[in-house]
């Protein structure tokens, strides 16, 4: 009897050296998700295509993470999105509870060394995935008089942008350094919801950039009213859902050079709507998100809703996203000089409120 009850103990060691020492940490990606919540920072004020776009995944996203977080969206504007990405390379927390979406020239901005109130890496940010990668276009008001390339280099057109750095300010600039156009660059607005009313108004003649996909899903109204007419698209081939014949920006260069700096601003733009989280966060939960964004991708739930806010779901992974962003911050030094000439805008750059002073 004194035998088997020494033996015991021991073999009960044994069985429970094999198991881990707290079932409940197995998975620590879940552990840390599980009862916390994730801050989705929005560039823009609400309603515009990057605020649909970021609220949309995170109405889906998070039951894709382990330990299924909730989720809270806050918007942040200025400088062109300067202000959102610097606040998550600088302040908020490293640890994969933040979530952001990215102005998409902001990579081009750092890689042309233009960012100098750029306080963060985009390199070094961990990129979650892109939605859909539709080319961007810079369209004009139905009523105007520009119909083609050619008109825009006749007559003085009033372009709408949000601030200096951002898509919209940079096509129109490229148009007239590169292609010979007459934009005249609006800056000040705090979106693209803003921008419209501005076009609808007669305040402006058009705005500067904005993806296709985005004018369908947050503003059907002037594009099933035909309202806004897309003058050149952004892209390496055309976008099926464009209207027409609508140019490509890589094929309006008259010489090698000219197309080289058009294209390089072309593959600076496929990055669409790119969602990131910051940089040091742990690898184990960088690859959480990445898969989370890419079974979203798939969830019915998601396609259902996204369908129904006419929202194009054409996605670009985290890991290939890394490698856009990488390629177009590398930029050669001899191109990277050509570019920033060609995205200066020229001539008369007013904001909105100068703008406004000057008419007094």
Avoid: C
Wanted: proline share 8%; glycine share 10%; charged share 20%.
């Amino acid at each position: 009897m004194r035998k088997a009850v020494m033996t015991l103990p021991v073999l009960g060691l044994a069985f429970f050296a094999g198991l881990p020492a707290n079932p409940a940490s197995a998975d620590p990606v879940a552990d840390f998700y599980k009862g916390r919540q994730i801050d989705m920072i929005i560039r823009t004020k609400p309603g515009g295509g990057y605020d649909l776009s970021a609220r949309l995944l995170m109405r889906h996203m998070p039951r894709h993470i382990p330990g299924h977080p909730s989720a809270v969206n806050i918007n942040m504007t200025g400088g062109g999105g300067l202000k959102a990405a610097n606040y998550v390379a600088k302040v908020a927390p490293r640890d994969g509870s933040v979530l952001t979406i990215v102005s998409g020239s902001i990579p081009m901005f750092q890689g042309l060394q233009l960012g100098g109130k750029l306080q963060a890496d985009m390199k070094a940010f961990n990129w979650i995935g892109v939605i859909s990668t539709s080319n961007r276009v810079l369209a004009v008001w139905h009523t105007s008089p520009a119909h083609t390339i050619a008109d825009m280099k006749k007559r003085t057109i009033t372009i709408g942008a949000t601030g200096a750095g951002s898509p919209s300010v940079i096509l129109p600039a490229v148009l007239n350094n590169v292609v010979g156009t007459k934009l005249k660059i609006i800056t000040g607005y705090k979106g693209g919801t803003e921008i419209d009313a501005a076009m609808e108004k007669g305040e402006l003649e058009g705005r500067g950039s904005n993806p296709w996909s985005s004018w369908v899903a947050s503003a059907p109204r002037l594009v099933n009213e035909k309202l806004v007419r897309p003058m050149v698209q952004v892209g390496f081939k055309p976008d099926p859902q464009l209207p027409g014949v609508v140019p490509l920006l890589k094929d309006l260069g008259e010489t090698p050079r000219q197309t080289e700096i058009l294209t390089y601003v072309t593959k600076a733009f496929m990055t669409g709507f790119p969602f990131a989280t910051a940089q040091d966060v742990p690898a184990d939960r960088v690859k959480a998100l990445r898969a989370a964004f890419d079974a979203t991708m798939k969830d019915k739930t998601f396609l259902t809703e996204a369908a129904r806010m006419r929202v194009v779901v054409d996605p670009t992974s985290g890991v290939e996203l890394q490698k856009l962003i990488t390629d177009i911050v590398d930029v050669p030094d001899k191109l990277r000089d050509e570019v920033r000439a060609a995205i200066t805008p020229p001539g008369a750059y007013y904001s909105k409120i100068e703008r406004k002073k000057k008419k007094k």
